[in-house]
């Protein structure tokens, strides 16, 4: 039988330390390869619809199964897309600072 014990401090690999800046473009790249990842899986959804639509003696029974399935799948998505939402505006309402030297205002 195992105990979880919190691992002491020498136990624990030591994090790199970052930059806010790099921290800030850290958490915008997630963002930007989660909805990459969202957007395959849209796309996988509507290939499976697709080749569905093709198949030979579909009846209508299994291809509203493969309609619900797509549906339950875009509302996953969509739901996780706001997750990212909010990641996004925890970003720019607490971590970025307009005015900062570091970031050029959209005019420049």
Not at 27 to 44: F, K, R, Y
């Amino acid at each position: 039988m195992m105990i979880d014990t919190p691992c002491t401090r020498s136990q624990c690999p030591e994090m790199p330390k970052v930059s806010l800046d790099q921290a800030v473009v850290d958490l915008m790249e997630s963002i930007a390869l989660q909805e990459t990842a969202l957007s395959h899986i849209l796309c996988a959804e509507s290939r499976k619809m697709q080749k569905a639509m093709d198949l030979d003696g579909l009846d209508l029974c299994k291809l509203l199964e493969v309609n619900d399935s797509a549906t339950n799948m875009v509302h996953a998505v969509a739901n996780l897309e706001l997750v990212l939402k909010d990641k996004l505006e925890f970003i720019s309402n607490n971590l970025y600072v307009p005015g900062d030297s570091s970031c050029p205002s959209p005019a420049q």
